[in-house]
């Protein structure tokens, strides 16, 4: 009697493991962009870090120096938006979301600083502003490609909320007492912001639950400036 002949065809596997190479050599692609796009932000985190130190007369420097990182970012972000847009958005974001996080937020605070010299400081940059900044889409549901997700803006927000807080504390050691006053009605209208939404990323809703603790923060400053009678009077 003849052995009966294999009933699984080998080219399956061969066309499955084609289809591993091709996912390996994708994820390799976006790696690479990704640690680029990383040191970037470290860099730019650095430079606009610079604000805790820097008088206010003299912040021009430090946003010069920030937009120019900030547009560094933008290019890489713009290989990632071309890389990324060749495969499905969901199926990888995760490989970028954080990073992209980290550039939102350095736009925001930039932003917040007084980036652009028509506008005065304090201000809180759009997600259409950020995307127009970076060049990108926003929450795309048309086509699957690259954009910002509105909880990249969101967590990226809240790091901004973080960093102003401690600024208004180091603001008081420069001896700028009208920055504090200014931070915390910030930090006031974006805390009421976020008790409008009904969020349902766990994460995003656990970190926007700390934001009462910035408001706290900032308050407690600006209550010890006006206990040392250090108001500025408008």
């Not at 190479?21 to 640690?35: G, M």
């Not at 060749?86 to 930039?110: H, T």
């Amino acid at each position: 009697m003849a052995s009966q002949q294999g009933m699984v065809d080998a080219a399956i596997f061969e066309d499955l493991q084609a289809r591993v190479d091709q996912d390996a050599t994708f994820r390799d692609e976006i790696k690479e962009i990704v640690q680029v796009l990383e040191k970037q932000t470290r860099t730019a985190q650095s430079i606009l870090s610079k604000a805790h130190s820097t008088p206010t007369s003299q912040i021009n420097d430090v946003i010069t120096a920030g937009n120019a990182a900030i547009q560094a970012e933008a290019d890489t972000v713009a290989k990632l938006s071309t890389t990324a847009s060749q495969q499905p958005y969901y199926k990888w974001n995760n490989m970028w979301s954080r990073q992209m996080q980290d550039v939102i937020f350095s736009i925001l605070l930039c932003g917040w600083l007084g980036a652009n010299p028509t506008e005065p400081s304090g201000q809180l940059l759009t997600i259409e502003r950020v995307a127009s900044i970076l060049n990108i889409p926003v929450n795309l549901k048309d086509r699957d490609a690259f954009h910002i997700t509105i909880e990249e803006y969101l967590q990226a927000l809240i790091s901004l909320l973080d960093e102003l807080a401690r600024l208004a504390r180091n603001s008081v050691t420069l001896g700028d007492y009208r920055r504090p006053l200014q931070i915390s009605q910030f930090v006031k209208d974006v805390h009421a912001g976020f008790q409008i939404l009904n969020l349902k990323n766990d994460s995003l809703r656990r970190r926007s639950d700390g934001i009462k603790y910035r408001v706290k923060e900032v308050e407690d400053v600006v209550y010890d400036l006006s206990l040392r009678n250090l108001i500025p009077k408008e």
